[in-house]
């Protein structure tokens, strides 16, 4: 397991380096699987059943994402975006017009927000759910990925990585407050002074000033904690369906682990919380304080994974 777990180490490491982090396949495509790549064996039949479909998570995570976003600064961007189609028609007085919009809108923001660097303008959620649950088979991806690397093959190396995701990735695209009214002031300047092309320059430099903060939540983990209530619930009743449920819980925490969405301690703390439950369960015993603790553990483990957040700029 040590092995298992250093060689997915070195390979999520490369995640970011090589740019299969921000972007990736969007939900419903199925990446082909590359000559040589050893095929994913058949998916086990070890979701949750009777738990939200991962459509319905990514519709619940977008939503609340969407309540974060501030109208006002997806109107700066807008109002920007607008100034340079102005320009590029060569109509000063639109492109004025709208820098005008934007630097108002902008004011506004530092007026309210004077301690806050950046303000979100957008969000995307996109469900990425295309990784193998056994683990032999994500071992077998990850291998080819360390061998894509060694051959200097990133592209291909990119598309493996792409694969080994379960997650819903919300991305939030925000305006940095201490810069972006600074640039809009001097595009007005320079529309001003006739230089349309170099105020256009300075738009599309402060375009690229947008900070992309991106986070993850892992499904494996949603999928635990689904059925790990879900046993709770049935574990005065039918202990049979709740002990099913326990097991896919365990089988959803291996693979947080193998994916690399849970530390390898915190998954052997939390899978030895399951057998417990379980072995207080085959013995008719009260499983009520396990679970308690088991939720609440997950539920910390959970947050901690999800508040991860990884940063880069619009223009790359």
């Known amino acids: 397991m040590k092995t ?12 970011v380096a090589l740019g299969a982090a921000p972007g990736g396949l ?39 994402a969407q309540g974060q976003v501030n109208q006002d600064a997806t109107a700066v961007i807008s109002e ?17 017009a709208a820098l005008e919009r934007a630097t108002g809108k902008a004011n506004i923001l530092l007026a309210r927000n004077p301690l806050t ?23 077998a991806q990850t291998d080819a990925v360390l061998a894509a690397i060694n051959r200097r093959d990133y592209a291909l190396a990119r598309v493996l990585l792409d694969s080994l995701r379960s997650e ?14 600074v640039a809009l002031r001097e595009a007005a300047r320079l529309l001003e002074a006739g230089q349309n092309d170099d105020a256009a320059e300075t738009l599309r430099a402060a375009l690229t000033t947008v900070v ?16 790990i209530a879900a046993a709770q619930d049935l574990s005065g009743k ?14 959803q925490l291996e693979q947080a682990q193998a994916l690399g969405y849970l530390a390898a301690d915190k998954g052997a703390s939390l899978t030895a919380q399951v057998a ?9 015993q009260n499983a009520s304080a396990a679970f308690a603790k088991l939720r609440a553990d997950l539920g910390t483990a959970s947050d901690e994974q999800s508040a991860t957040q990884r940063r880069s700029r619009a223009g790359g």
């Open 276 to 284: 417990a439950a379980e072995a207080l369960l085959q013995r008719n």
């Open 4 to 15: 298992l777990m250093h060689r997915h180490a070195s390979v999520f490491a490369l995640l």
């Open 117 to 139: 660097a950046l303000i979100p303008e957008s969000v995307e959620v996109v469900l990425h759910d295309t990784a193998p649950t056994d683990r032999t088979a994500i071992t």
């Open 168 to 181: 819903i990735r919300i991305r939030t695209s925000n305006v940095p407050l201490a810069t972006y009214p």
């Open 212 to 227: 992309i903060i991106d986070r993850a939540i892992a499904l494996p983990l949603i999928r635990a904690a689904d059925a």
């Open 26 to 64: 969007a939900y419903g495509q199925t990446p082909a699987r590359p000559a040589g790549v050893p095929a994913a064996q058949a998916p086990q039949n070890t979701a949750a059943p009777t738990t939200r479909s991962p459509e319905q998570q990514r519709q619940e995570a977008e939503r609340s």
């Open 80 to 96: 920007t975006r607008n100034a340079l189609d102005a320009i590029a028609r060569k109509d000063k007085a639109a492109a004025i």
């Open 238 to 251: 039918q202990k049979a369906e709740a002990l099913r449920h326990l097991a896919v819980a365990r089988t």
